[in-house]
């Protein structure tokens, strides 16, 4: 990677970085896929409200664009749902960068 970078002036700007997150409706933080580093062992429960309500979101960075917010309708986002947002709407914007 780092010689890609030093031999191909324009590499970094081909590459987007992507992530999908949950956001729950009674804020609390969905840690499932969120690391918080910090000097203390926490070491404390938190209670969870199950089937709050929450909304899916799906977003994109480039080297100079932000494509999305995207918020998925659905309640669960499945493989068939990720590759209709790709191909309908995160693609198409792609192609214009």
Known sequence: MLSRIENEHNFLN??????????NVINK???????????????????VERNSPKINMWCALSHDTVI??????????MAN?????????????????
């Open 29 to 47: 933080v969905n840690k499932h896929n969120c690391r918080i580093w910090g000097s203390e062992n926490p070491d404390a429960a938190q209670e």
């Open 81 to 97: 749902i990720y590759l209709a947002l790709l191909q309908i709407y995160a693609i198409p914007q792609m192609q214009h960068l």
């Open 68 to 77: 999305g917010p995207f918020f998925f309708a659905e309640t669960s986002v």
């Open 14 to 23: 081909r590459i987007i970085f992507s992530d999908e997150a949950t956001f």
